[in-house]
């Protein structure tokens, strides 16, 4: 049975009488134009091996499965096994691992599954623990190609804002490292059920083959970030000096905000990916 319409989903769900858990983020689609959309802005093809996080009751994984060489879809929730044997028994080419996506060893997969080469994540997130997933995913060093994900539509800002505006932070600085963000889709409440309380939106994230910014000390670059957007209304200066595990004087920082040409005052939210990777490798000199 085809899934992505609310007539299927509801059928599923009375079935098999299973209740939606909030602590998982249960919400599941139920349009066509917004998977359609999601496929699309991924660019599955046959050649891919594709990761699903939280595939739910099927739905995404059913055009996964039709336009991908091989998907892995990870589901934490066991009532959704049986369910997800059956809405995918047409399928030869879908394995399901019941487990918490967080301690999976992914890179192991990817080996497997995928001989090493870069895979194509792509999901409709729990958005509990949108941020460790997809920070995880880049952290790791998991050859990746693309991850195309729903979120909700306020990190969705986050990841692709610049400095300057209100979401500019430690999210955007971290994803735009490693990634070009793109927004595909804007997606309401009511292409979902449950209807989640928050406005949802479809981000692709390329991942760069080579890092345009080079920084000498990757850990150092994400602790300043980290200092910087700890105490917003701090100078970074300040900020850095007080933040832990970081081991530089007022002084330092002054002396080498002096050498980039910005003023003492300046704060971290006034800078950009190059200027934070700047301070870095002169900090690590
Ligand atoms: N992909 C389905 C869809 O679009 O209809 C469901 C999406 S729903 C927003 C998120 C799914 O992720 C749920 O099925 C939930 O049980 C699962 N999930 C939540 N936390 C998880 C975790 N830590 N690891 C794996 N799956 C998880």
Redesign the pocket.
């Known amino acids: 049975m085809k899934?992505g319409n609310p007539k299927n989903?509801i059928e599923v769900i009375q079935k098999y009488d299973f209740d939606f858990?909030k602590k998982?983020?249960?919400?599941?689609?139920?349009d066509e134009r917004v998977?359609e959309k999601i496929i699309s802005a991924a660019e599955v093809n046959k050649e891919d091996f594709v990761l699903?996080?939280?595939?739910?009751?099927?739905?995404?994984?059913q055009y996964l499965a039709e336009n991908a060489r091989e998907v892995m879809a990870?589901?934490?929730?066991k009532n959704?096994i049986p369910i997800l044997s059956d809405t995918l028994s047409a399928y030869d080419n879908v394995s399901i691992l019941n487990?918490?996506?967080?301690?999976?060893d992914i890179a192991k997969i990817v080996e497997e599954k995928n001989g090493g080469k870069p895979v194509k994540v792509v999901?409709?997130?729990?958005?509990?623990?949108t941020t460790p997933?997809i920070m995880g995913l880049f952290e790791s060093h998991v050859p990746i190609d693309s991850i195309t994900v729903?979120v909700q539509k306020e990190v969705a800002d986050r990841m692709q804002s610049g400095p300057g505006t209100k979401d500019y932070g430690a999210l955007s600085l971290a994803v735009q490292y490693y990634a070009e963000p793109y927004v595909v889709a804007n997606v309401p409440p009511n292409c979902?059920m449950p209807r989640?309380k928050v406005g949802s939106a479809v981000i692709r994230l390329t991942k760069y083959k080579d890092a345009p910014i080079k920084v000498t000390n990757e850990k150092l670059l994400f602790q300043l970030i980290r200092a910087s957007f700890n105490q917003r209304r701090k100078t970074l200066q300040n900020g850095i000096k007080n933040f832990g595990g970081l081991n530089f004087s007022k002084e330092q920082v002054a002396q080498a905000l002096e050498e980039m040409g910005l003023p003492a005052s300046v704060r971290g939210e006034a800078l950009t990916l190059e200027q934070f990777a700047t301070l870095a490798n002169i900090l690590d000199r």
């Open positions: 899934l989903t858990q998982f983020g249960q919400n599941f689609l139920i998977l699903e996080i939280g595939p739910g009751i099927g739905t995404m994984t990870v589901e934490i929730d959704l487990a918490d996506i967080l301690k999976v999901a409709n997130l729990p958005y509990y623990i997933i729903m979902f989640p």
